[in-house]
Nanobody
Framework: QVRLVESGGGLVHSGGSLTLSCAASGFSLDFYVIGWFRQVPGTEREGVACFSASRANMYFPDSLKGRFTISRDAAKNTVYLQMNNLQPDDTAVYYC?????????????????WGQGTQVTVSS
């Protein structure tokens, strides 16, 4: 059974950092991607980054690559999203998801399995 559990959200001041975790079970990250998304109430889920063991990691938009870093702990089958220099615009619920394919996408509609989400709040 596919299961994704996020953790690590919280409240930080502008300029601060957080690391989100996505613990995956029921499938191996050696073969399938994990995408990170975020959502503000009243808006669609926005792609943030995607981990792929077989292809290049991706960041959506590309401008996040300088502040956000996606990585994996293979032994724990867990993907991390390190977020630095956080700004109030980064405030959202962050979700991880998988589409059980080796292909990353920033389109939330192609992902079928989702975690419960973790709240990130950045104060100014």
């Amino acid at each position: 059974q596919v299961r994704l559990v996020e953790s690590g959200g919280g409240l930080v001041h502008s300029g601060g950092s957080l690391t989100l975790s996505c613990a995956a079970s029921g499938f191996s990250l050696d073969f399938y991607v994990i995408g990170w998304f975020r959502q503000v109430p009243g808006t669609e889920r926005e792609g943030v980054a995607c981990f792929s063991a077989s292809r290049a990691n991706m960041y959506f938009p590309d401008s996040l690559k300088g502040r956000f870093t996606i990585s994996r702990d293979a032994a724990k089958n867990t993907v991390y999203l390190q977020m630095n220099n956080l700004q109030p615009d980064d405030t959202a619920v962050y979700y991880c998801a998988t589409n059980l394919t080796p292909q990353c996408s920033g389109n939330a509609k192609v992902y079928d399995w989702w975690g419960q989400g973790t709240q990130v709040t950045v104060s100014s």
